[in-house]
């Protein structure tokens, strides 16, 4: 056996979210201190695996102009995110960023394997009114699993994360990590932990959350950016600042979890609706 491979056959991935601030408006100075923290991120003596960005970080909620700086087809975040993650081999869960198709904005989240290649493609499927998303954006139409060095994985974009329906449909699809990338702010800091621990928990699966930081408009953005496993503790938990919150992770742990207490056999779906 290789002695560099250990990690991949144990399906251990080091993570690291990126826990930044977004100035609203501003695409190109967003991308430009994301790729500085991404960099920075790569120094650590435990290199990232996967590095995770938070959601809309190309223009935060800059709603009223949105249609005019949208990423078009989301071409120029795909173009940097690509290039980074084939430079640096590593995987990039994109956060999601506000990118036009067909004259429709909606909010998206692009992933990238170690090679560059675009693997997934997921734009948020419930709006957020009390951020006036359905005003200005367009909703998703479909739920979306994609697979990273064998592992299935989910989407899902901050507020998704109130649906447990939408979390359930990704592990019955096989997800065994959910990535949650989030703009959500005070005072719902209760909800964010208890909702992300609760999707981990009921699905036992690990759930992965980038929430950003700082300050826009009327919204203070707490960060608390969260590694939770299937059993409900948290790997790491940040505070309320601009860091990069590191952890790593074992999927072989999912399985171990829903050997342990079945759910996924003892559910009654039949009764449910
Ligand atoms: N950007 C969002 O979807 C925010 C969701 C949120 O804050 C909530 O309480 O839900």
């Known amino acids: 056996m290789s002695t560099e491979q250990p990690d991949l056959i144990q399906k251990k991935w080091n993570i690291a979210l990126i826990q930044s601030d977004i100035v609203l408006g501003e695409p190109k100075v967003n991308a430009f201190r994301l790729k500085q923290l991404m960099e920075q991120a790569l120094q650590a003596e435990s290199r990232p695996d996967v590095i995770v960005l938070p959601e809309m970080w190309n223009t935060g909620y800059a709603l009223t102009v949105i249609d005019d700086i949208a990423d078009l087809q989301g071409m120029e975040s795909k173009a940097w995110l690509s290039d980074f993650a084939r430079e640096h081999s590593v995987q990039i869960v994109g956060g999601s960023v506000a990118q036009k198709t067909d004259g429709q904005v909606r909010n998206t989240m692009y992933v990238f394997d170690r090679q560059g290649e675009l693997v997934s493609e997921y734009s948020k499927i419930h709006l957020f009114r009390l951020m006036e998303e359905e ?3 367009a909703a998703g139409e479909q739920r979306v699993t994609f697979e990273l060095e064998g592992v299935t994985a989910g989407s ?4 998704d994360i109130r649906f447990p329906e939408l979390a359930r449909s990704l592990a019955l699809s096989g997800a065994k990590v959910m990535f949650v990338p989030a703009e959500w702010p005070h005072p719902r800091l209760h909800h964010w932990r208890t909702l992300l621990s609760a999707r981990a928990i009921e699905n036992q699966m690990y ?3 980038c929430n950003r930081v700082g300050v826009s408009g009327k919204d203070s953005f707490f960060g608390h950016s969260m590694i939770i496993d299937p ?8 505070g309320e ?6 952890g790593e992770i074992n999927l072989s742990i999912v399985d171990e979890v829903r050997k342990r207490i079945p759910i996924f056999e003892d559910r009654r779906p039949d009764l449910y609706i």
Request: aromatic share 8%.
């Open 135 to 137: 005003k200005h954006l």
């Open 231 to 238: 059993w409900g503790d948290i790997i790491a938990e940040g």
């Open 241 to 246: 600042a601009e860091e990069i919150v590191t």
């Open 156 to 159: 899902s974009i901050c507020y």
């Open 207 to 209: 759930v992965i959350a």
